[in-house]
DNA sequence: CTCGCGATGTATCGACTCGATACGTCGTGA
DNA sequence: TCACGACGTATCGAGTCGATACATCGCGAG
């Protein structure tokens, strides 16, 4: 079954960890949430949550009460530039989401995990995300695993490429050595993100949480 | 049909254009050429065959006959790590794919098109792949047009982003932060590029096609 | 020598996904 | 007033992938 798309799962369950949402916010955070990687449709979004209520790891209330506090948060900010104040009453019927005890469970569980499917190309990004609900060991583990699978990737293009590189025009390999550079260029990123990382494991565990507060990734400078 | 995939079937007929070739070749060759971007599996590309034959834009010629110069090209190199000699004799009924009449002028007239059909992300790539047998106007064309798309989406990106900056994690963010710099850096990689194919032109313009016989984008150092 | 195993090779199937579309409400501006 | 775009739920057709089936060949190990 393809892996019932474990990613399109997740990052429903990781959005849903922190409000109910009805399908069409849902939609536009995701994408959001996942920006320039992915995209989800809603032929794709609305049988995962079909399936996600079938197991009853999340459950549905219809008609969603103007609860201030939830709603606030949930569903302003869209139309904000153009209303400004308006909207603020009954929409229509929508379909609000929201987590299980059993879902919250298994939520834990797949953040928890940091196996090769955590850092494979489809799987990171998502994992990445929810990293501020992941605790800092697994992330470690995570960010070296998918370093340690880009190497690997890396080292076996760079042999292809050795082996059939008399064949192809400049064009080509112009496009395959800015493949190999895009590649290289996430490597050093990671390798930012894990001496960040480990900083901090050492900060906290010295008590010293003085330092370091925002900027995970120290903006890793990279032109020397 | 969500456009039968023009990504593939350009490259079908691009490829097929250097030489004949046969199914497993022939993806070979496809996830070589577009690399780290895009990978068919054989559910796609005998699908895609069919219907380039059956639209009389490349024909079959079933049992390929041991004609030395087209095979010496077309199937050698594979195995010449572990073999190096042999295999010169008869495989066993492989199908070979070639290009119609109709065919390569399907593929001129593809190729010297450069409306945005040619700079969206899925075509991109492809197109790049098959500069060398594109002429360098439709180049440049192409080049700058996806310059302008990435450069678009860019801004939007930003924008939306700017609206939703304060509800988002430090993760979260980091993971947006390295999606725009990637696609600020492909920006700057197509400056390069462009930078090059003018300089060409000019060259070729003025007959002084001695200084710059290689190198299509003169490795564009980025580091000042 | 022979057996298994991996590369070569063609081909399909089930499950998954996307883009388009249908249908409907609501607020806004020409 | 009425078209238009945002919001909102939902499905369908067609394209795509990963797994798999089947078959031949060269090879190295036992």
Redesign the pocket.
């Known amino acids: 079954?393809?892996?019932?798309?474990v990613?399109?799962e997740t990052a429903i369950l990781g959005l849903l960890n922190s409000a109910p949402l009805?399908?069409?916010?849902?939609?536009?955070r995701l994408n959001l949430l996942l920006g320039s990687f992915?995209?989800?449709?809603?032929?794709?979004?609305?049988?995962?949550?079909?399936s996600l209520v079938a197991r009853g790891l999340i459950e549905t209330t219809e008609r969603e009460a103007p609860a201030p506090a939830a709603r606030a948060s949930g569903?302003r900010q869209?139309?904000a530039k153009?209303?400004?104040?308006?909207?603020l009453?009954?929409?229509?019927?929508?379909?609000?989401y929201r987590l299980t005890a059993d879902g919250k469970e298994h939520l834990q569980t797949v953040l928890a995990s940091s196996g090769p499917a955590a850092w494979e190309d489809e799987n990171f990004d998502v994992r990445f995300a929810f990293f501020a609900q992941t605790d800092a060991e697994t992330r470690i583990r995570i960010l070296e695993g998918r370093r340690t699978r880009l190497t690997e990737r890396l080292e076996a293009v760079r042999e292809s490429a050795a082996r059939t590189r008399e064949r192809l025009d400049e064009y080509t390999l112009e496009l395959q050595r800015h493949g190999l550079e895009q590649v290289e260029r996430e490597v050093r990123w990671l390798d930012g993100l894990i001496t960040t990382e480990r900083d901090r494991a050492l900060g906290r565990a010295r008590d010293h949480s003085a330092g370091v507060p925002g900027a995970p990734a120290q903006r890793n400078k990279e032109r020397g």
């Open positions: 079954m393809r892996s019932r798309s990613v399109l009805h399908g069409y916010e849902l939609r536009k992915r995209a989800f449709s809603y032929g794709t979004l609305y049988p995962a949550l079909k569903s869209a139309g153009s209303s400004g104040k308006a909207s009453s009954g929409r229509r019927g929508r379909i609000v």
